[in-house]
């Protein structure tokens, strides 16, 4: 890990590192099912001032990961994207973890309002509300 100012760059080697850094910065977890009850993917989370991180390992090299504003109403098929990459899990946790944790003030983009959480799919067609930490 290097810090560079107030950000910190970890260098991602395996998706059991990558997971334990996102839990360590507060992403919490979901695993939507298909209706056999199997996982489908490891969604993770993270609602910090007005944005939404968001990662889906769908496989080891099939991740997506997603920042938007907190406004969003579908975290899983969000209508903005502010960033969004996708890849293998090495560099697609690498790339998020990268991110800055600040938000943009007066930002056109960003809303000002602070997201207190967001709605997450679960099982058998329920949501989860995960709160901001």
Same mark, same amino acid.
């Given at each position: 890990m +290097?810090? %560079?100012g107030d950000t910190i760059t /970890?260098?991602?080697?395996d998706i059991e %590192? *990558?997971?334990q850094e996102l839990i360590n910065r507060g992403?919490?977890? &979901?695993?939507p099912c298909d209706a056999n009850g199997e &996982?489908? /993917? #490891? #969604? *993770? @989370?993270? &609602?910090h001032d007005n944005? @939404?991180?968001? #990662?889906r390992l769908n496989a080891e090299d099939d991740v997506i990961a997603t920042r938007m504003p907190g406004t969003e109403e579908d975290i899983l098929e969000p209508e903005v994207r502010l960033w969004q990459t996708a890849g293998d899990a090495a560099t697609v946790l690498? /790339? =998020? =973890?990268a991110l800055p944790d600040e938000r943009t003030p007066g %930002?056109?983009?960003?809303?000002? +309002?602070? %997201?207190k959480g967001c709605w997450v799919p679960g099982r058998g067609g329920t949501s989860k509300w995960l709160a901001a930490s």
């Open positions: +290097t810090f %560079s /970890a260098e991602i080697t %590192s *990558g997971l992403y919490q977890f &979901v695993h &996982v489908i /993917a #490891v #969604v *993770g @989370v993270r &609602v944005v @939404v991180d968001v #990662v690498t /790339a =998020l =973890l %930002s056109l983009l960003l809303p000002e +309002t602070v %997201s």
